[in-house]
């Protein structure tokens, strides 16, 4: 029986459990106790549930986000899970970002998801917390907000959701959203039919079948060892995706019961396992931002030319859009992550733990057998030989860029053209479609101003669209560059990223039309073959000014917000000193 002058049990509360934990402050450990046992017990809660470890389920459902319509049920599946243990569970809100639906750019939410995610899991008591998220910029704000509040943490995926079918063609969001689009504007098909496909690309609820930034960070999460085996890949609204749920729910309370705490999983091993994950599967360049930012919250600096040497030995097997062809429900048929894993295996660190208390290697092993199937390719047989990504240096990018390698035309990854630039998104709008555009296929189109502050929230904005005059005479590609970001699920010959973003002063903020850009991604190169002196010239003729805000979140982001080397993170939320850096040269 617990003392209730003494309710920790012990003379330091770091070391109390389930209730007991993190009391308010009252100026009366007891008292407090007391009043919070009083208050929940006003929900019908008895003294033996109390009692139990407490599992915190994060609830994430909005209206605003289709990509998580199925948490009430996911929620019931992880709560009897918790309940089959022997836990208690204990359901709480935090905000919930739709990427679709968030102004100006879902990734200027992340951060604040993040520390909405991490506060609250440090005010209330729990001895380890269940995340739920899926949409793109959910999963790595909850694993960045858990790596920080450092108790024990598992992932849960929502799910992709299911195909469509569009005049016989199976069609899913979003790489066909973009696809069907770009016809749109081409000419090629006319409004009714662009309002028929637009009722069919979204079959349920779910997040986007390809391997858009939602489908990267699920993989990445289960590369990671932060979901039970199999968590990555079964479709949001199949009884797969709720016995995952099922299970999830129970291993919560072994984590607790163990005190497996995150820093035990998220290490320098783990960290090296999902990037080799992210180049393997063709993954949304986002997945780099968020890898960087969740890897800086425990301690490590992401090295993007050892990633980009990864990279080079790292083949892309996964046969998904739209790198591929396939779609998420047919990667899960096909064995999801264990069977690219089994494939990865000579490249992996096995020792590396995971939440289930075992290594990634006995997950492996463990898994049932791989059969014969045609999404996950043998590294004899892969669909792009090199990773998904490469990393690119040069004068105009010299902190770097990257550029999606394999969802590029192979055409245009050696190419020089002229430069056609647009100052912001507000110009490139306004001039983009007109008819008296002077503009040619081999140019190379930029877009400034669109990086972390410039926007501000760095949109995925870089999926520039090909000039419309250009569409409707069939030109499907162009290079552009931008200091912003693209949807995952986009494709094309695409530079990103360019650090120092121009709004910062970077060398993007003075290129002009007219100036010539060289792309070579053999050699990784991005350049602005213009001159050191004509570049300081025109620095001095136009000096940047920096984005400011008065007030609000917006002034907190422009002054604390990084650039994309260090994952887009505020400063003051990184872990308070480095420990390492990933991947090891």
Known sequence: MTDPKNPTGTAHHVDATGMRKGLTNYGDAGFSLF???????????????????????????SGYNP??????????A??????LAGGLPVKFPTISIGESF????????????????????RAQPMDAVVLIGGCDKTVPAQLMGAASAGIPAIQLITGSMLTGSHRGE????CTDCRRFWGKFRADEIDEDEITEVNNQLVASVGTCSVMGTASTMACIAEALGMTVTGGASPPAVTADRMRVAERTGAQAVELAKKRLGIDQILTAKAFENAMRVLLAIGGSTNGIVHLTAIAGRMGFEVDLDALDRMGRETPVLVDLKPSGQHYMEHFHAAGGMTTLLRELKPLLHLDALTVTGRTLGEEIDNAPPSFQQDVVRPRSNPIYPQGGIAVLHGNLAPGGAIIKQSAAKPELMEHEGRAVVFDNLADMAARIDADDLDVHAEDVLVLKNIGPKGAPGMPEAGYLPIPRKLARAGVKDMVRISDGRMSGTAFGTIVLHVMPESAMGGPLAHVQTGDRIRLSVSKREISLLVSD?????????????VPTADRGYRKLFLQTVTQADKGVDFDFLAASKTVGRVPKA
Do not use: W
């Not at 990509?67 to 019931?76: A, I, K, S, V």
């Not at 992880?78 to 309940?83: F, L, P, Q």
């Not at 199976?170 to 969001?173: D, F, I, L």
């Not at 001095?540 to 000014?545: D, E, F, K, L, R």
């Open 170 to 173: 199976t069609v899913g969001a």
């Open 102 to 121: 968030a102004q100006p750019t879902s990734m200027y939410l992340r951060n604040l998801m993040s520390m909405d995610t991490e506060e609250m899991i």
């Open 35 to 61: 009043l919070r046992k009083a208050f929940i017990k006003g929900a019908g809660y008895t003294d033996a549930a109390l009692d139990r470890p407490v599992i915190g389920v994060i609830d994430t459902g």
């Open 67 to 76: 990509c998580h319509g199925n948490m009430p049920q996911l929620l019931e």
């Open 533 to 545: 002196e004509e570049l300081a010239r025109r620095q001095q003729a136009h000096p940047v000014v």
């Open 78 to 83: 992880v709560n009897r899970g918790v309940m």
